[in-house]
């Protein structure tokens, strides 16, 4: 069982260059998230969707858009990525309801120069 | 808007010893409340949650949390530290009137010495 699994797990990118992060879980859940960590701010919510289709803001949604066209998968955007998105970034996903846990990938550190 | 606070960027404690890793949240609706923890390089694990009931939770690795609505925390605790333990502490809520959200706090590094 993989549970959730990103995909690059390094990349560095270029001022204005763009790429795609993946998420892909196997436990068949209705919720995914996309987070970032950065040192001293814990973990901010960028996008999150409840249900294939679906996509809402979080707190920091600007500078990505997001994906889920299918309901294992959750993309992630840069369309042009900024040394301000020098971040370390997570996926997590969850089953339906306000009482279940998240389960979080490994993450993807992303540098952009 | 729902929010975590996590006062203490860290905690250090001698290994043996009860450690208090603090939390407070605020939210409009019924809180639910998730303790993860996350080592060097990877991602978080989930250690307990409180949702309704008894205040005193229990939860993995012997970690347990203190709900208490009055002073709007939910505190981790542990009886006996290990040096095992250190690593970094997230507090998490989801407001039970804003639906799917799930707000983390910022972190506090748990620093256990032997």
């Known amino acids: 069982n993989a549970g959730v699994t990103q995909t690059p797990k390094f990349r560095v990118l270029k001022t204005g260059q763009s790429m795609t992060l993946l998420c892909a879980q196997d436990?068949?859940?209705?919720?995914m998230y996309w987070y970032r960590q950065d040192p001293g701010m814990g973990l901010r919510l960028i996008h999150y969707?409840?249900?294939?289709?679906?996509?809402a803001k979080g707190e920091v949604p600007d500078g990505y858009n997001v994906s889920r066209l299918k309901k294992q998968n959750f993309l992630l955007g840069l369309e042009s990525a900024a040394p301000s998105q020098t971040s370390v970034y997570f996926c997590?996903?969850?089953?339906?309801?306000?009482?279940?846990?998240?389960?979080f990938g490994q993450g993807t550190r992303l540098t952009v120069v | 808007a729902q929010s975590v606070a996590q006062p203490e960027d860290q905690v250090n404690v001698a290994e043996g010893n009860p450690l208090t890793v603090k939390c407070t949240y605020s939210v409009s609706g019924n809180p639910y409340l998730f303790w993860y923890v996350q080592y060097p390089n990877r991602g978080l694990q989930f250690l307990l949650k409180?949702?309704?009931?008894?205040?005193l939770v229990k939860g993995s690795y012997g970690f347990e949390a203190e709900f208490n609505k009055s002073q709007t925390s939910f505190h981790l605790k542990k009886p006996s530290a290990l040096v095992s333990d250190s690593a970094l502490y997230f507090c998490?809520?989801?407001?039970?009137?804003?639906?799917?959200?799930?707000?983390f706090g910022g972190g506090t590094r748990l620093m256990v010495k032997p």
């Open positions: 998490a809520v989801r407001d039970g009137n804003a639906g799917n959200m799930l707000t």
């Open positions: 436990m068949n859940h209705e919720y």
């Open positions: 409180y949702i309704t009931g008894d205040n």
């Open positions: 969707s409840v249900g294939e289709g679906t996509t």
């Open positions: 997590a996903s969850s089953s339906l309801g306000v009482r279940t846990e998240a389960f």
